[in-house]
């Protein structure tokens, strides 16, 4: 148990739906970073927050957005949802970024049919 | 920016003997580099790193080297076992206010 916490575990929705995936990072971590997963493929970085702030932005689609709060959890919102978004959603956090470990949450799939 | 190449993208060993997978990055800045660990389902995890100011590392069946003036760095894992099987990523950072810049995965199977 890495200490970072995911809900839900599995998500099933329409074309066109919105959905929020959830993170708890690890007691003390400052930095949650969220990665997608499709079938097979690699880790595809899509946004990092550090206490509150967006630090840096990565292949995110216009149509995702997400926040981290003040008690530092953080949330992705996938809107207008398409076929293609379905995968796994990993939230990760760490201490800072760069050069510390990151640890990752069981993840999110999603299913979009 | 920062680019991490990682090959091969699939790797097939027999128990029991040596797998090697290798990373090159882009920057010459870069001075952390490490390699996590995904089983079938699970989550990522960190299984050994290195900075740039030393050129290996060791723990246990598996270490990492690193080349810093041809940029590049491997893992590699001896006395391989049925649960190495698993995709390995290697990442790279320039340090703590920088992003860790992701290779795309190498599927190790072990062969039994």
């Known amino acids: 148990d890495s200490g970072v916490t995911q809900t839900p575990k599995h998500l099933i929705t329409a074309t066109g739906q919105r959905v929020t995936l959830r993170c708890s990072p690890r007691s003390g971590d400052l930095s949650v970073y969220w990665y997608q997963q499709s079938l097979d493929q690699g880790l595809q970085f899509l946004i990092q927050y550090y206490n509150g702030e967006e630090r840096?932005?990565?292949?995110?689609?216009?149509?995702f957005s997400a926040q981290q709060f003040?008690?530092?959890?953080?949330?992705?919102?996938?809107?207008?949802?398409?076929?293609?978004?379905?995968a796994l959603y990993f939230c990760a956090s760490s201490a800072d970024q760069g050069t510390y470990e990151q640890y990752f949450g069981p993840g999110t799939r999603l299913t979009v049919t | 920016g920062e680019n991490v190449e990682q090959h091969p993208s699939t790797l097939s060993v027999q128990e029991g003997d040596s797998a090697v997978i290798k990373c090159t990055y882009s920057d010459s800045a870069s001075n952390y580099f490490p390699w996590y660990k995904q089983e079938l389902g699970?989550?990522?995890?960190?299984?050994?790193?290195?900075?740039?100011?030393?050129?290996?590392?060791?723990?246990?069946?598996?270490?990492?080297t690193l080349n810093k003036t041809a940029k590049h760095f491997s893992l590699h894992i001896t006395e391989t076992q049925p649960e190495d099987s698993a995709v390995y990523f290697c990442a790279a950072s320039k340090g703590s206010n920088y992003q860790l810049i992701w290779g795309?995965?190498?599927k190790l199977i072990i062969k039994p």
């Open chain 1, 56 to 63: 840096a932005k990565g292949n995110i689609l216009e149509r």
């Open chain 1, 70 to 86: 003040p008690d530092l959890h953080s949330e992705l919102n996938l809107s207008s949802l398409e076929l293609g978004d379905s």
């Open chain 2, 42 to 64: 699970k989550r990522p995890q960190l299984i050994i790193d290195i900075r740039s100011n030393v050129g290996e590392k060791k723990d246990q069946r598996i270490a990492v």
């Open chain 2, 104 to 106: 795309a995965g190498t």
